[in-house]
């Protein structure tokens, strides 16, 4: 799941660990909300997309509702 997410850090070489230190969780909570096990919080999702240096427009890249990226051709105009 999250795989724009995953793409991402590994293009920055974050991994798990690095990437609960810095957003203040276990690495077994980030495993957690990367396999949709639990929820993100809202402030988790903004700290990440600040630690990714993504925009919050695209949030919903990141973080899509299913977990899995929205395709062009479903997306709300």
């Keep these: ?10 293009e920055l070489d974050i991994d798990q660990a690095y ?11 980030i495993s957690l909300r990367m396999n949709r096990k639990r929820e993100w919080t809202l402030t988790e999702i903004y700290a990440v997309m600040d630690l990714i240096h993504e925009p919050y427009e695209r949030l919903s890249e990141f973080f899509p509702k299913d977990g899995v990226a929205v395709s062009k051709k479903t997306r709300l105009a």
């Design 1 to 10: 799941m999250f795989l724009k997410l995953r793409g991402k850090m590994k």
């Design 19 to 29: 990437l609960a230190k810095k957003i203040g969780l276990c690495e077994v909570s």
